[in-house]
């Protein structure tokens, strides 16, 4: 690709880990200032980093996440699946899928 969407818009916060948020995946809130790793429906964003039970998670900007199924550009219904990946949902939240890699299976979306 000869374009970059690193950095574009990038806003991270930082929340109380629930056990099993790691890097790379999507994360949901799962109560008061605390998120949870997610396997369906909807997602916040995505885990950056996580050190001392404390993770950095991105709620806007371009990300790359693993996708099942068959995602495409352009605006798109997604949630979350198992193995903390995406998938194209109807009764998802609407995001912008900016490039699509079919053969990695890792999606870039504008959170």
Known sequence: MKTSFNGFNEQVA????ASGVAEGKVVGISA?????AVT???????????RNDIAAVQLTGYVRVPYTGD?????QKISAT????VAADNNGREFLVVDVDSTA???GIIL
């Open 82 to 85: 198992t193995g903390s990946k």
């Open 40 to 50: 369906s429906g909807a997602f916040c964003g995505v885990c950056r980093n996580v």
């Open 14 to 17: 930082s929340f109380e880990a």
């Open 32 to 36: 008061n200032g605390k998120v949870q």
């Open 71 to 75: 995602l495409s550009v352009g605006y």
């Open 105 to 107: 299976k890792i999606a």
